[in-house]
């Protein structure tokens, strides 16, 4: 038996899980080459995906043999059996491991950022790898699980050696496998495509499982989890498709504005969106267009049209029971900075706060000097023309405004941790501004 590769893996995978859909789970991929098949599965069950972050322990003169495993939280498993085979000294053992421990940090930091790891504790962990071996990786990460406090462990894999489950003991509570064949010899000898996952690839996965919209079954929500819903949004003569998220005890919700040629689907807004719901901020993610405005491309750039959409969305959003009372903001990216920027220029809009992500807001004209609402400018260090563009809109406005550069960053802010910091900029701008116009407003 062959898969394709490690996605294809991935969706056979989540045949044989479906029994997990809707029972709490949370699906954590091992990087690197188990994270593209988790996030197959993580889709296909509607649950959250994390990473586990276990690195391999190589015999020094042949690194493809584990003979150990290390992960987060101090733990460390080693295959005696491998290192008396290979004759591993105790200095040799331990060079590896400071090796394996320093990468293990690191990537950490590249893959996660600053956020923390999805909580575990009580709920079901879905290991996820693209196959077992000597089953040592697949061993540290359960035990990480384990050690984070998961009510059940399931270790789920495409392939593996026909005894792996007596290999691998009680580190699991279910063992969950595609493929077993009695002639293994190594995991890549299973799939066509077996090249090398990158470090790129596994952020934009955990990128897209933020961005994903989670499965609804659960029946009773964990406390401080915001629930999300469907809205069809009324703008004038239209109705736009998005999505309300709004935690208890809000102060606030913030209204995001996507920037051209995006929608409310933007993998790096819902990627803010969600920082913000943490920190107990409501969201408004919508398509500022319907899909039969989108194909023309006049429309994607008339700022004006754009204002007017968001205008009419705040109004919509001001009449729902969530919204009651709630301080409003909104998000800008690109060219939807400008129509936030527009909007709250608006007469009687009573806009508490305006971030604007790697904005234009140089496109909002002559409406700069009315915005009122203060105004938070964040722009990529290296995305030159751009920040020149912020600096003169700026000097245009007579709001309290500030300009935030992201040293590093360029415009979309793909750069490890650079979007981690655009959230953390807006959440703090949000929170003290939306704080001040609820006092205000009582």
Not at 21 to 31: E, Q
Not at 64 to 78: D, F, K, Q, S, Y
Not at 287 to 301: G, I, K, P, Q, S
Request: hydrophobic share 45%; proline share 5%; net charge negative.
């Amino acid at each position: 038996m062959l898969f394709m590769n490690r996605r294809e893996a991935g969706r056979q995978l989540a045949e044989r899980l479906g029994h997990l859909k809707g029972a709490d789970a949370v699906v954590l991929g091992l990087p690197r080459g188990g994270v593209p098949v988790a996030a197959e599965v993580a889709d296909a069950l509607g649950a959250p995906m994390d990473v586990c972050l276990v690195r391999k322990l190589g015999v020094p003169f042949q690194p493809e043999l584990g003979m150990g495993a290390i992960g987060e939280g101090g733990v460390r498993v080693i295959n005696d059996d491998v290192v008396r085979a290979a004759q591993v000294t105790a200095d040799e053992l331990g060079q590896v491991e400071a090796r394996e421990r320093g990468v293990l940090e690191s990537r950490a930091r590249r893959y996660r950022g600053a956020r923390a790891p999805i909580e575990i504790e009580g709920r079901t962990a879905l290991v996820v790898d693209d196959g077992v071996a000597t089953g040592s990786t697949a061993r540290a990460a359960c035990q990480i699980a384990r050690a984070r406090g998961a009510a059940r462990i399931v270790l789920a894999v495409p392939v593996a050696p026909h005894d792996w489950t007596a290999r691998l003991g009680g580190d699991a509570d279910e063992f969950v496998c595609v493929h077993t064949p009695r002639h293994f010899y190594a995991i890549g000898q299973f799939y066509v495509d077996f090249s090398q996952t990158d470090d790129d690839e596994v952020v934009a996965c955990l990128e897209e499982a933020i961005a994903r919209p989670l499965s609804t079954r659960r029946t009773e929500p964990r406390p401080g989890v915001p629930e999300d819903r469907e809205a069809d949004v009324r703008a004038g003569a239209v109705v736009l498709r998005g999505q309300l998220t709004v935690p208890a005890g809000v102060t606030g919700i913030v209204v995001f504005a996507h920037g051209s040629g995006s929608s409310r689907h933007s993998p790096r807004n819902r990627f803010v969106a969600a920082g913000l719901n943490r920190a107990g901020l409501g969201t408004l993610l919508f398509d500022l267009l319907t899909e039969e405005e989108e194909a023309n491309r006049a429309n994607v750039f008339d700022t004006g049209l754009l204002a007017r959409r968001l205008t009419d969305a705040t109004a919509w959003l001001r009449g729902q029971p969530e919204a009651d009372g709630r301080a409003v903001g909104y998000f800008g990216a690109s060219t939807g900075a400008a129509a936030a920027l527009w909007a709250a220029a608006e007469p009687g809009a009573r806009i508490a706060a305006v971030v604007s992500r790697g904005g234009r807001p140089d496109l909002a004209g002559p409406r700069l000097p009315a915005v009122s609402a203060p105004t938070l400018l964040i722009v990529g260090g290296h995305d030159q023309l751009v920040l020149d563009l912020n600096r003169e809109a700026q000097a245009r406005l007579r709001c309290e405004s500030r300009l935030t550069v992201v040293p590093g960053a360029t415009h979309l802010f793909e750069e490890p941790g650079a979007l981690e910091e655009v959230t953390d900029l807006a959440r703090d701008w949000f929170i003290d501004h939306m704080a001040s116009a609820t006092h205000a407003a009582a």
